[in-house]
């Protein structure tokens, strides 16, 4: 499946915020690319929904058209359209292995997914967008546990806190999901009213 595959710290500085997580160029440089990168840029109102829509992209890695249908399945969805939006995007198979901390960044867990390494309720998955839902439990593959990433994984497990809606076995790396993350429980720093907004015009 397409996906962006450029430099995520220039992404990170155009919008004002760590798409990544620690990205050590982006604390250096918190300023937008580029030889005007330090010049006063007007913000209208459309470009901060602009601004506000890509940040949920390339936060969870989403191309156009894919993000697109999100927002309208969001919209079809009872209750409020950018909470619905929000948690479509949590729900993604590689946003949950990333949040459950088996993977360092959602780039790194997307590859995971994509290579097969893991299975949901005893089938296999490589499908990154792939939705999970309440109650299901991913495990990962038997011949891929010894592998790199997850002897990682397992000594690193922890360092990062993992949101009350999963619960993770630290003894086979067991992902279990309790319910589906609700607005509070998402840290994703956008404005979620905004991209509704974009979109709505």
């Known amino acids: 499946m397409a996906r962006y595959t450029g430099p995520a710290t220039r992404k990170s500085r155009r919008l004002k915020v760590d798409l990544i997580g620690g990205d050590q160029a982006f604390e250096r440089r918190p300023y ?34 894919q993000f697109r249908s999100y927002y309208e399945e969001a919209n079809r969805r009872t209750g409020r359209t950018g909470e619905n939006l929000l948690q479509l ?24 997914v994509s290579h097969g390494h893991f299975v949901v309720n005893g089938t ?15 495990d990962v593959k038997p011949k891929s546990i010894n592998t790199t990433p997850f002897i990682i994984a397992k000594e690193t497990l922890g360092e990062r806190p993992v949101p009350a809606w ?26 979620e009213q905004l991209i509704v907004e974009y979109y709505s015009k």
């Open 166 to 191: 999963l619960q993770v076995v630290p003894s086979n790396l067991r992902v279990l999901v309790h319910q589906l993350p609700e607005r509070a429980q998402i840290d994703t720093p956008v404005t």
């Open 124 to 138: 296999k998955v490589n499908v990154p967008s792939f939705q999970v839902s309440k109650f299901d439990i991913i």
């Open 89 to 112: 995007l949590e729900s993604r198979l590689d946003n949950v292995i990333y949040r459950s901390g088996l993977a360092r960044t959602r780039r790194m867990a997307r590859q995971l």
């Open 32 to 65: 937008p690319p580029g030889q005007h990168g330090r010049a006063r840029i007007k913000e209208t109102e459309y470009l901060l929904q602009l601004q506000e829509k890509q940040k949920a992209r390339f936060t969870y890695g989403i191309l156009e058209r």
